[in-house]
């Protein structure tokens, strides 16, 4: 796991359950959970006393910490009452309700009736409109570890993205439709925020950036980079300074991702494509970003990088195929995702100058496509799962000859590719590695977002 994820802890048992085989289930669970990475701040088990004092006492004791998400751990029969007094005041945290299975001891299963506690509560919790998953131990089999980490990894996500903000350069590339977003509903529904500057900010402070200031990026792409052929002088300066000056930006203003006007903003403006200087910030900083100010492109970016740890990639669809589609990008992708090297080309496309086309081979291997964005007024995330492997000889029609192969993965999907077809809510889906619907499935119903899947 590439980044800490805390939980709260509390654990409960009825006061005529022994206090000891009580502790003893939740010290066992609370270290289990610790064996997948995970921080637990771990507060004083909790009976059912009548003054409800021990309910009150952990409460407040989880009141003092600062955690993703709270465990109530349910290790023998509780009256619900206990539970909820304890955990009320966090209904804002993603709550994990998790019922201990019994044990055996001397040939025979012992329990303390904890099923008997997590189900009467299950109902209540969904009334009272907790964002909750509810799981259970089965009677003689392993503790639901699996889950537990989705469900930690979702609840970590939901979090970051209540306090992320991306940063907009421009507004509304060649006009498109889909990659508008409602400020008002975004901010309700996700917590994310979208600050907007303007371009000429970029452009004016490139201006004051002298050659001394892009020694360093110089250097570290000529010794990290696979360049095809020399690249003009101009070019990489451009890069550089337009690296530098977004950098600038996302250090001044604490962004976690950015999209900016690319063909109409600084390919038409700046008379350069910026895909050098993205691969460059990449390189140098952890964030996400995707072009043509794609913002629910970038807000989905963000989820994914919350729940994985690892940078993803924006990749946008070239052909549908019989069993899924081939996916590329005419720019750039986060070296995280390369196989290899990064690889360089210094072409040009159409009317614009020359750019550093990051043309490097990208690993294969499972991946989950995913798209967060409105329908019909309503948020929804799209994803499929699928094998990404190497794709055929290919290039896209407009490139100055030799027309490159571009950075691509032709996938396909582990069902039927039509209905995702039909769904398909954008040119542009992040790619996760690894199977992550579990994962997205556990986020949207934290968020109270559909889940659109293909299975």
Known sequence: MAYKITAGFVGFGEVNTPRAIIEKKCREAAGEIESLGIEVQKVSTVADDPEGAQAKRASEE??????????????????????????????????????????????????TAAQAGTAALRR??????????????????????????????????????????????????????????????????????????????????MQKLSTKDMKDSLDYMASAWNFTR???????????????????????RGYSAISYTDVD??????????????????????????????????????????LTGEVPAYLEFY????????????DYVPSGIVDGQVK???????????????????????????????SRGDYVLHAAAGTAKTPP????????????????????????PGAFIQNVLSQHYIIAYGDRMEDYKNLCSLLNISLLEHK
């Open 62 to 111: 989880l009141g003092k910490k600062n955690f993703d998400f709270l465990v109530a751990c349910v290790a023998g029969w509780i009256p619900s009452w206990a539970v909820i007094k304890t955990i009320e005041n966090f209904r804002h945290k993603p709550v994990l309700l998790w019922g201990i299975a019994g044990h055996r001891e001397k040939g025979r299963f012992v329990t």
């Open 124 to 205: 209540p919790m969904q009334d009272m409109n907790f964002r909750f998953r509810y799981l259970v131990t089965m009677l003689g089999e392993k503790s639901p570890l699996k889950d537990i980490g989705s469900f930690a990894r979702a609840a970590h996500a939901a979090g970051k993205l209540g306090n992320a903000t991306v940063g907009m350069a421009g507004y509304r590339d060649m006009r498109l439709y889909g990659t508008l977003y409602d400020a008002v509903k975004l901010k309700d529904k996700l917590g994310t925020e979208v600050e907007h500057f303007d371009l000429l900010e970029i452009y004016l402070y």
């Open 230 to 252: 020399k690249p003009r002088k101009k070019t990489l300066a451009d890069t550089v300074r337009l690296y530098l000056a977004l950098k600038h930006k996302v250090d001044e």
């Open 265 to 306: 903003g600084i390919k038409k403006l700046m008379e350069f494509a910026p895909a050098g200087a993205l691969t460059l910030l990449h390189d140098k900083m952890n964030i996400c970003s995707i072009p043509e100010n794609d913002s629910m492109g970038a807000v989905t970016q963000l989820a994914t990088f919350f």
């Open 319 to 330: 052909e549908f195929t019989p069993g899924g589609a081939l996916m590329g990008v005419p």
């Open 344 to 374: 360089i080309l210094p072409n040009s496309f159409g009317d614009f100058g020359e750019g550093l086309l990051n043309v490097s081979r990208l690993k294969t291997g499972r991946v989950t496509l995913a798209r967060l964005d409105t």
């Open 393 to 416: 000889q290919w290039e896209e029609a407009g490139w100055a000859p030799p027309a490159p192969q571009l950075a691509s993965l032709e996938i396909d999907f582990d069902a039927e």
